[in-house]
């Protein structure tokens, strides 16, 4: 077959858009500017995060009056949203009477128990890292019933076996209302998840589009220590015995280590300023050897 001839059945790989005005760009001569990089300043960094923590505060405490029915917070572990989360609820109920905070592995017919005895409206019912329940069909459905914003939201749960409430040792009904608040609280990024194409995808959207949701938007490790040096100087390490240059050296160690700490979060400061209580002159080679990779 000549040169240049395409073969029978042969066609052309198709351009994308993106191809295209390269192309044609370099034919005119035409410079393609870049996507702008948007930087924020540490100024902005901090008022984000001050603003979406408020609002979590806020849309919390609209939680406990019944105004939000379903809320979803996603925000990586450790720097403060289950802390921002409980605050509000044990201020609104310090004996736990009205809201119930679940952690950890949850069953389908475990969450239709749970979602049973927490029916009554003035409950709140918390899953805080408890995200097995997103993983499981069944599970996901009774979600989806329960935070609905249809005037009624009635949950079943139609199989053949007995199931018996832990509480009363009553037999569970197969339906019922729901009138109840639920608040997940998840390391789980949904929107991310969901534009990467995750098989948890739809699950996620259906939980979206019936739900209150924050992103708290902390991404990077600039992020995560700009929020440390919010909550320390708001008084956490102070209120674990530590004065101010015992703080002050805190929180230089994590700014000077936190490519290699092993994890950035509140836990790990509270860790350091242990070690730096204890023995405020060898601190920092006991910090380096349990708390560095």
């Not at 410079?31 to 300043?41: N, R, S």
């Not at 329940?133 to 053949?160: G, P, Q, W």
């Not at 996620?204 to 100087?233: F, G, P, W």
């Amino acid at each position: 077959m000549p040169r240049g001839v395409p073969r029978a059945g042969y066609r052309k790989p198709r351009q994308s858009k993106m191809d295209n005005a390269n192309s044609l760009a370099k034919i005119m001569n035409v410079h393609v500017p870049a996507e702008p990089v948007v930087v924020e300043t540490d100024e902005e960094i901090e008022q984000k995060l001050n603003d979406r923590f408020e609002v979590l505060a806020e849309m919390t405490e609209a939680a406990t009056d019944g105004s939000v029915r379903s809320m979803i917070v996603s925000g990586p572990g450790g720097l403060g949203k289950s802390y921002t989360v409980e605050r509000v609820l044990n201020s609104w109920d310090p004996n736990a009477l009205s809201h119930t905070v679940i952690r950890g592995f949850v069953k389908a017919t475990g969450l239709f128990k749970l979602l049973y005895q927490n029916r009554a409206p003035g409950q709140v019912l918390v899953f805080d890292d408890a995200d097995s329940v997103f993983l499981d069909d069944v599970s996901v459905n009774l979600l989806k019933a329960v935070c609905d914003s249809t005037e009624k939201r009635i949950v079943s749960y139609m199989s053949e076996s007995v199931l018996i409430d832990d509480e009363t040792a009553e037999r569970l009904p197969k339906s019922f209302e729901f009138e109840g608040t639920i608040i997940f609280i998840t390391n789980m990024d949904f929107d991310g998840m969901i534009d990467r194409g995750s098989k948890l995808a739809p699950h996620l959207e259906a939980m979206l589009t019936r739900s209150h949701y924050i992103d708290l938007a902390m991404k990077t490790r600039r992020d995560y220590i700009i929020r440390i040096k919010q909550v320390v100087a708001s008084g956490m390490l102070r209120g674990r015995g530590l004065d101010a240059e015992a703080e002050a050296d805190v929180m230089e160690f994590i700014d000077e280590n936190h490519d290699c700490l092993r994890e950035l979060s509140l836990r790990m400061a509270i860790k350091l300023a242990d070690i730096r209580k204890r023995n405020s002159k060898t601190w920092k080679k006991t910090a380096r050897v349990t708390c560095c990779k």
